[in-house]
């Protein structure tokens, strides 16, 4: 299946971690490491194409011009719970960027994304925005995630999941197809409950122990 807004970041220790993650025997300890670790691999790829500013520095030697990434002007949405799973990953490699917190579940009956928390800091002008959650399954989640951001002005919005069902990412590209996603796998497909398969379980409940 060809997706035009998805790249599926290929590497063979991203599918390394991914199948340690999967293991039902893993345990959350492991788990959030495993995350983070991805999420760093997924956001080299996902920044690839932030722009840079160039920079009057003094090297021991000379005066010369260098470039930076304007990372005041980047917002990384964790959408709670499990996207806080994402959050130190990005955070390590962009320090200084600021946080939006979106609060979500999905209603276990209706599949649709029910909001209960939205705390976000103000946006530049040209601001990027990554929004970040584990699993994209109906899509409906990042979806909402999406409209909400885009209320704000923003236009420059990047997603970044561990896992991605393709039904979830038709979804999102009907409505939002400027809208890029960076993925670690598309699986195969959801089941009856709407829960990816092969997947990995309920990625909140694996990485809080609350199940
Ligand atoms: O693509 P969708 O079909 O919308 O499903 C994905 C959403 O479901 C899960 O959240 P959940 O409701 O389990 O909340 P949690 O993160 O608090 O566990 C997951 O973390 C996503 O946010
Ligand atoms: O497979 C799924 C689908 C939604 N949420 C999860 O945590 N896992
Ligand atoms: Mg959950």
């Known amino acids: 299946m060809k997706f035009s807004n998805l790249t599926v970041v290929e590497h063979p220790l991203i599918k390394h971690k991914l199948t340690i993650m999967r293991n039902k025997e893993t345990g959350p300890k492991e788990f959030r490491e495993l995350l983070k670790e991805i999420t760093q691999l997924l956001t080299y790829e996902a920044t690839r194409n932030l722009p840079t500013i160039n920079v009057k520095i003094e090297t021991p030697i000379q005066t010369t011009v260098g470039e930076m990434v304007e990372d005041k002007k980047i917002t990384i949405v964790p959408i709670l719970r499990a996207g806080l799973g994402m959050m130190d990953g990005i955070l390590s490699l962009v320090p200084n960027a600021s946080i939006g917190f979106l609060g979500i579940y999905r209603d276990p009956d209706s599949l649709k994304p029910v909001e209960y928390y939205l705390k976000f800091p103000p946006f530049s002008e040209n601001h990027y925005v990554f929004i970040v959650d584990p699993m994209l399954a109906t899509g409906f989640s990042i979806r909402y995630a999406i409209k909400k951001v885009k209320e704000f002005g923003v236009k420059n919005i990047i997603v970044m999941s ?50």
Request: proline share 6%.
């Open 162 to 211: 561990l896992l991605s069902a393709p039904e979830g990412i038709k979804n999102i590209e009907e409505d939002y197809p400027d809208v890029k996603i960076y993925t670690a796998s598309l699986d195969e497909k959801l089941n009856d409950h709407a829960y990816i398969i092969p997947g990995l379980g309920d990625a909140g409940d694996r990485l809080f122990r609350t199940k």
